[in-house]
């Protein structure tokens, strides 16, 4: 239906992004969004780039959702 359901941030406090270079902090940021996901129930969503191309920062963070568990 369009709604948001979760979201997670780089900015977020449960995010250490310290140690991290802009790629891994978007694959913890995946991770971080599909944990929560799960535990609201959603197992499969459909993945928005927004217009930017599947590599980088947005490939990472659809990697991480992928490893977290979140069927795309």
Not at 5 to 21: G, H, L, M, P, V
Not at 27 to 56: C, N, P, Q, S, W
């Amino acid at each position: 239906s369009g709604k948001t359901i979760s979201a997670a941030s780089s900015r977020d406090k449960d995010i250490d992004t310290a140690k991290a270079n802009k790629t891994e902090a978007a694959k913890l940021v995946g991770k971080a969004v599909a944990e929560k996901a799960l535990k609201a129930g959603i197992e499969t969503i459909a993945f928005d780039r927004g217009g930017y191309l599947y590599h980088g920062r947005i490939k990472s963070l659809a990697e991480g959702a992928r490893e977290a568990g979140l069927k795309f």
